[in-house]
T-cell receptor, first 118, second 111 residues
């Protein structure tokens, strides 16, 4: 089974630009979560999508948005980039993001997209 | 809101010494606790979860509800254990909530 795939692996943007990151979950997984990883803050939850609906949202400004398609693939978009948005963005998929069999709570992570904002 | 605290940013131990990475959480209900590990240049991956009650790569972790802790332990550290370790909590008795991570502890095993 292929793992979680994130594209692109690296991105360099300048302040004020916008960016779109993509995530393809493991086949059969319906939940996709996004995280921002930085050395100082660790992993911070951005949002979670399940069956094309945003189920949970972290404490990030509205510049950060996402969506999920019918095939469970997900994208996140960051508009009006700021220097502080430079980070590794991780996507994780699971069978189910919430209730149900506990085995469904295990998240599988992609390798991430490293975004550098200049 | 749920919170996970890993008090040590960096933990250095000698090879063969015991290791304990601390994790404390704040949640009054029934959580599910996980340890995730990120080796150099590898993706974040699940190490173990409390409901499995198993030992992975020599690591164990016991959920102590009285002390709200889920410390990760290994009796004899190996160089290949050097990595970033994250403790995470998921609420399983109240709707759909996201996985909450601690800020991580970097374990460095010195030869």
């Amino acid at each position: 089974k292929a793992g979680v795939t994130q594209t692109p692996r690296y991105l360099i943007k300048t302040r004020g630009q916008q960016v779109t990151l993509s995530c393809s979950p493991i086949s059969g997984h319906r939940s996709v979560s996004w995280y921002q990883q930085t050395p100082g803050q660790g992993l911070q939850f951005l949002f979670e999508y399940f069956s094309e609906t945003q189920r949970n949202k972290g404490n990030f400004p509205g510049r950060f948005s996402g969506r999920q398609f019918s095939n469970s693939r997900s994208e996140m978009n960051v508009s009006t980039l700021e220097l502080g948005d430079s980070a590794l963005y991780l996507c994780a998929s699971s069978l189910s993001g919430g209730s149900g069999t506990l085995a469904k709570n295990i998240q599988y992570f992609g390798a991430g997209t490293r975004l550098s904002v200049l | 809101a749920q919170r996970v605290t890993q008090p040590e940013k960096l933990l250095s131990v000698f090879k063969g010494a015991p290791v304990e990475l601390k994790c404390n959480y704040s949640y009054s209900g029934s959580p599910e606790l996980f340890w995730y590990v990120q080796y150099s240049r590898q993706r974040l991956q699940l190490l173990l979860r409390h409901i499995s009650r198993e030992s992975i790569k020599g690591f164990t972790a016991d959920l102590n509800k009285g002390e709200t802790s889920f410390h990760l332990k290994k009796p004899f550290a190996q160089e290949e254990d050097s990595a970033m370790y994250y403790c995470a909590l998921k609420v399983v008795d109240s709707g759909n909530t996201p996985l909450v991570f601690g800020k991580g502890t970097r374990l460095s095993v010195i030869a």
